[in-house]
């Protein structure tokens, strides 16, 4: 079955260290999104790209980053300078460069400080 | 600048009920998808409905279905015969057809179905 995943499940971060969060997916989609979730709020979107090599800064890129050199790849590292990135994260991705199907999302990677 | 907003951060529904979430938005755009999605307590984000703003009829799937008024920019939820299952959080999303590609997501409606 096609779909995304999303890895680690969970992940701890220590103090002044990058973590990276990986995103694949096996549905032939050209967009893929960062999104991020704090309790009990909206989604807040990170980065997107809608064709590989190419991404776009979202709402609240600061302290993140993102490459996309493989269609089904779209790795997001959390760096130091995000200084509260304690959040629950979910990447998606959706069909097409019209953007005009849903998304599809992974099932999410939960981030801690340590 | 185009939002999404869902007034109701709270419901709660008699199990077998019907129960409607409302969503509204701003743009000046006239071509857009709209959506609603379900994330459970498993926090998995599942499509509810989807509805294209170029057509009239309302969207329906199953016991869910969509009251689109388009001149009032207006795009509520009615779950019908609501389950156990159905408790999760909803959140209506819209995209432009044209220009950016990003998904512009309201803040949730947190819904839960009393047994």
Sequence with gaps: ??????????????????????????????????????????????????????????DIAEGYSVSREKKESFPLTVTSAQKNPTAFYLCASSIDRGAMGPQHFGDGTRLSIL | AQTVTQSQPEMSVQEAETVTLSCTYDTSESNYY????KQP???????????EAYKQQNATENRFSVNFQKAAKSFSLK?????????????????????????????????????
């Design chain 2, 41 to 51: 307590p498993s926090r998995q984000m599942i499509l509810v409905i989807r509805q």
């Design chain 1, 1 to 58: 079955d096609g779909g995304i995943t999303q890895s680690p499940k969970y992940l701890f971060r220590k103090e002044g260290q990058n973590v990276t969060l990986s995103c694949e997916q096996n549905l032939n989609h050209d967009a893929m999104y960062w999104y991020r979730q704090d309790p009990g709020q909206g989604l807040r979107l990170i980065y997107y790209s809608q064709i590989v090599n190419d991404f776009q800064k979202g």
């Design chain 2, 34 to 37: 709209l959506f609603w999605y």
């Design chain 2, 79 to 115: 779950i019908s015969d609501s389950q156990l299952g159905d408790t999760a959080m909803y959140f209506c999303a819209f995209i432009l057809t044209s220009g950016t590609y990003k998904y512009i997501f309201g803040t949730g409606t947190r819904l839960k179905v009393l047994a």
